[in-house]
T-cell receptor
Framework: SAVISQKPSRDICQRGTSLTIQCQVD?????MFWYRQQPGQSLTLIAT?????????ESGFVIDKFPISRPNLTFSTLTVSNMSPEDSSIYLC?????????FGPGTRLTVT | GNSVTQMEGPVTLSEEAFLTINCTYT??????LFWYVQYPGEGLQLLLK?????DKGSNKGFEATYRKETTSFHLEKGSVQVSDSAVYFC????????????FGQGTRLTINP
């Protein structure tokens, strides 16, 4: 199974600032996924990140707001830009390995 | 498009009660179906899965059967414990080359001693 770590685990940020979340996997994976879980809500896919190419964003999410980097097969970052209170959520990194999907512990973001 | 509809929560039961959490889906092709669980303060974990019609996934006393005719994947457990208190998510993966999951809205389960 894949073991995923995320940093930071939580943060409180002021509106208008940006936060970069890091995701590290203990093995090489082709695709990494970033999800958002708003308070009391289900998980929504933000984007899919492949190594060496631009991320593919889901409807309602744009690169200017959520830029993603994927410099190698074990690491990715998601930046939440120009934050507003509506961005307060848990952000989760996820990978697929041997048809199983694994999730990181999440980054709990609060925007004040 | 693909979607998952789960039983509205929250659900509160007494210990040793029988549990059913309903899940129905809409999908193109032949989806794989999953139940994920999120315990308080923890990350999302795969609970069980089924990849084709009539498959039964099971784990930790939980079961769910992939019913193509009713497009359902209901989660059941015969005797719940306090430690089963968590949020449960039904999810599917479908489509050519699909890797991403589509989740239901989640059902919060509380088990009282």
């Amino acid at each position: 199974s894949a073991v995923i770590s995320q940093k930071p685990s939580r943060d409180i940020c002021q509106r208008g600032t940006s936060l970069t979340i890091q995701c590290q996997v203990d093995s090489q994976v082709t695709m990494m996924f970033w999800y958002r879980q708003q308070p009391g809500q289900s998980l929504t896919l933000i984007a899919t990140a492949n190594q060496g190419s631009e991320a593919t964003y889901e409807s309602g999410f744009v690169i200017d707001k959520f830029p993603i980097s994927r410099p190698n097969l074990t690491f990715s970052t998601l930046t939440v830009s120009n934050m507003s209170p509506e961005d307060s959520s848990i952000y989760l990194c996820s990978v697929v390995q041997a048809v199983e999907q694994y999730f990181g512990p999440g980054t709990r973001l609060t925007v004040t | 498009g693909n979607s998952v509809t789960q039983m509205e929560g929250p659900v509160t039961l007494s210990e040793e009660a029988f549990l059913t959490i309903n899940c129905t889906y809409t999908a193109t092709g032949y989806p794989s179906l999953f139940w994920y669980v999120q315990y308080p303060g923890e990350g999302l974990q795969l609970l069980l899965k089924a990849t084709k019609a009539d498959d039964k996934g099971s784990n930790k006393g939980f079961e769910a059967t992939y019913r193509k005719e009713t497009t359902s994947f209901h989660l059941e457990k015969g005797s719940v414990q306090v430690s089963d208190s968590a949020v449960y998510f039904c999810a599917l993966r479908s489509g050519e080359g699909a890797q991403k999951l589509v989740f239901g809205q989640g059902t919060r389960l509380t088990i009282n001693p």
